[in-house]
């Protein structure tokens, strides 16, 4: 039986990236929050990014990701095709 991945709200995320922009060290949010340190310094980046598309949930895509796809349609998305 193999182990399952921990998800994580877009609530929970954005409580724990307020608790660092409040003062608290990384440390010791993850402590808190009972994560690796290393998932608040992706949390955070993503949320630098662009915080509207931070955190979209489970399925969901990024709306740069659905923008891409969505003009490949209209192009074409075949790279080994030329066009002169």
Known sequence: MGLSRR???REFKLAALQRLERGASV???ARAF???PNMLHRWRQEFRQGP???FPGVGQRR???GR???LERKIGSRPWRLIF
């Open 7 to 9: 998800q994580f709200s």
């Open 27 to 29: 440390g010791e949010v």
């Open 34 to 36: 009972e994560i690796n």
């Open 52 to 54: 509207g598309n931070a």
């Open 63 to 65: 709306w740069e990701e």
């Open 68 to 70: 891409v796809a969505e």
